[in-house]
């Protein structure tokens, strides 16, 4: 399993395309910096094809005023939540 | 496990730095070892020593050279990148002839085998980009 990390807006981007489309079955994807946008009801849909399996970062979404407001699909994990992400992942993947 | 991080966003320029330097804390915070930090394009500016910002934002050179020395972090900085951006250690700039120098211990200059060299070596090597 493999952890991929996408710090770009699925709404200004289209990074998150190349992570999705190099991702494995079990893979990961975790949104960090101003890719948490992506885990916004209006947005999260960019991910339907990873249920279970897409991570933002507490943090991230907390500077921005967006904690609470998330797709219920989404599992928020803060700092230390990403490093246990990569400690589980074989490797990772930084997307930007 | 043993980490290592490459950083390639300037500071305050985009949040890389502050993001790789919160991942950084994580990682020594849940007993791992991190063995150095490599700083590669844009991201050597985090290496400049005279860095001065503001007093109410975080010092990002401060941040990186206390992992140093606190945890024997090793701060390595792509020479290559380095150079072409102004940053260089006394020893460079007395071989190309410049007054002053902008990069000092507890950063290094080194090769990008470096990194090559951390990849194969450490469990875990986490990239921020800019």
């Known amino acids: 399993m493999n952890l991929h990390i996408v710090n770009r807006s699925p709404a200004s981007y289209r990074v998150h395309e190349q992570a999705l489309a190099a991702m494995g079955p079990e893979d990961r994807l975790l949104l960090i910096e101003d890719g948490v946008q992506g885990a916004l009801p209006a947005l999260v849909r960019h991910f339907e094809a990873i249920p279970g399996r897409l991570f933002a970062q507490r943090e991230d979404l907390e500077s921005r005023g967006l904690l609470g407001r998330c797709d219920g699909e989404v599992q928020v994990v803060d700092v230390e939540g990403f490093v246990q992400l990569t400690e589980q992942a074989e490797q990772t993947l930084s997307w930007y | 496990m043993r980490y290592a991080i490459l950083l390639m966003g300037a500071p305050y320029s985009d949040q890389a730095s502050h993001s790789a330097l919160r ?23 985090n290496a400049a020593r005279l860095a001065a910002p503001p007093q109410d934002e975080p010092h990002l050179t401060d941040g990186w050279v206390a992992l140093c020395e606190q945890h024997d972090v090793a701060l390595q900085v792509c020479i290559a990148a380095a150079l072409r951006r102004g940053l260089m250690d006394e020893r460079e700039a007395a071989r190309h002839g410049k007054n002053g120098h902008s990069v000092e211990a507890p950063f290094e200059l080194t090769g990008v085998g470096q990194l090559v060299d951390l990849s194969q070596r ?3 090597l986490v990239t921020f980009g800019p």
């Open chain 2, 23 to 45: 991942f950084a804390r994580s990682v020594l915070a849940r007993g791992h070892c991190l063995e150095a930090v490599f700083f590669y394009h844009d991201g050597v500016y």
């Open chain 2, 122 to 124: 450490c469990d875990r």
